[in-house]
C-alpha cells in the first residue's frame, strides 16, 4: 500500500464567513508538497465549490481530502436536504441559493457545474432528507 | 506589470496589503463561483463584494489583488482575513467600469 496523506475538516454550517478556511488550508497544504499549479488549482475550486455548498445548502458536514500516488481525492459528506434533481442541479445557472445569500456573492449556479469541469471524476450520492456525499478525483 | 505604478497612476486606496508586486490581467464580477473559475494567478479582481468569502476566493485563486470599486469598505472581519492570508486589497471610488478603462490604458502605456 503506497502512502497515502490524508485531511479531515468539519465545515461549521453556521458560519458563512469562515466558508472556504478547509479549501484554503488544503491548498496551502498542497503547495507545500509542491504540486503543480494546474492541480492545486482544480483542487482549489472543486473543494471550495463543495464546500461553499455544504454550509449554504445543508448547514455544514464534512470533507476529507485523500492525497495518492495517482490521484486526490475529495470526499465532501452532509446530512442535508439531498438534492431532489441532480441533473437540475447540474445545470449552468441553477440555484435555490435565497436572497440573503446572493447578497454575498452566492447563487450563480456555478459550483456544481465547476466541480464537474475541474475534476476527473465526481459522484453525487444524495438521499432526500438523509445527506449528500459527493467524491470527486483529480488525476496527478 | 508593477501593481505599485497602477496605484500610483489610477490613485487607488491600499486597504491592507502589500503592492511590490505585479499582476498579468484582469476580471470584474461579483458571483463568487464565476470569479473562482475566472481569476487567474496574478490578475486584479475588480468588485463590490466586500466580506470575508471573497478573501477566500482570492486566496484560492491567487490573485494579485482586490481592487473594491465605488468606494465599497471592507468590513473588519474581511480585512483581518485578508491581513492573515496575505492578500492585497486596493479601493478606488471609480466604478467597475471606469477601472478597466483606466487599467486599460495604464496596460496600453506600459506596453
Ligand atoms: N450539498 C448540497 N445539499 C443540498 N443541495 C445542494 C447541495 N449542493 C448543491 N445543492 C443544490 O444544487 C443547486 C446548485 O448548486 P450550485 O453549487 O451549482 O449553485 P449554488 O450553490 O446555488 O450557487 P453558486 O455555487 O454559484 O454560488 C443549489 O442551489 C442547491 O439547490
Ligand atoms: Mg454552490
New binding site residues.
Given amino acids: 500500500m503506497p502512502d497515502v496523506l490524508k485531511f479531515h475538516f468539519d465545515v461549521d454550517g453556521s458560519d458563512f464567513s469562515s466558508a472556504g478556511e478547509a479549501s484554503v488550508l488544503v491548498k496551502k497544504k498542497l503547495r507545500q508538497l509542491g504540486y503543480p499549479a494546474d492541480i492545486i488549482r482544480k483542487v482549489s475550486i472543486a473543494m471550495y ?1 463543495g464546500e ?3 454550509v ?3 448547514n455544514g458536514g464534512t470533507a476529507d481530502v485523500e492525497v495518492g500516488e495517482k490521484d486526490i481525492t475529495i470526499i465532501l459528506k ?1 446530512e ?4 431532489p434533481d441532480i441533473s437540475l ?1 447540474m445545470q449552468e445557472g ?4 435565497r436572497e440573503n445569500i446572493r447578497v454575498l456573492g ?8 465547476n466541480m464537474k469541469k475541474y475534476t476527473d471524476s465526481m459522484d453525487i450520492d444524495t438521499v432526500i432528507g438523509k445527506g ?1 456525499t459527493i467524491t470527486m478525483k483529480v488525476n496527478l | 506589470m508593477q501593481l505599485n505604478d497602477l496605484c500610483k497612476a489610477l490613485d487607488l486606496s491600499v486597504i491592507t496589503g502589500d503592492t511590490n508586486k505585479e499582476f498579468n490581467g484582469v476580471y470584474v464580477g461579483d ?3 464565476r470569479a473562482m473559475s475566472c481569476v487567474m494567478e496574478s490578475d486584479l479582481w475588480i468588485t463590490i463584494m466586500s466580506n470575508t468569502n471573497v478573501i477566500a476566493v482570492a486566496s484560492l485563486t491567487e490573485a494579485s489583488a482586490i481592487i473594491l470599486a465605488e468606494d465599497v469598505e471592507l468590513i473588519e472581519e474581511a480585512k483581518n482575513a485578508a491581513e492573515q492570508n496575505g492578500i492585497t486589497v486596493l479601493s478606488s471610488s471609480m466604478t467597475a467600469y471606469k477601472l478597466c478603462v483606466e487599467i486599460g490604458k495604464f496596460t496600453e502605456n506600459a506596453l
Fill in positions: 465549490e461553499i455548498n455544504m449554504i445548502h445543508a452532509d442535508g436536504p439531498g438534492i442541479a441553477y440555484s435555490t441559493a452566492f447563487g450563480a449556479g456555478m459550483g456544481l457545474p449528500t | 458571483f463568487l463561483s
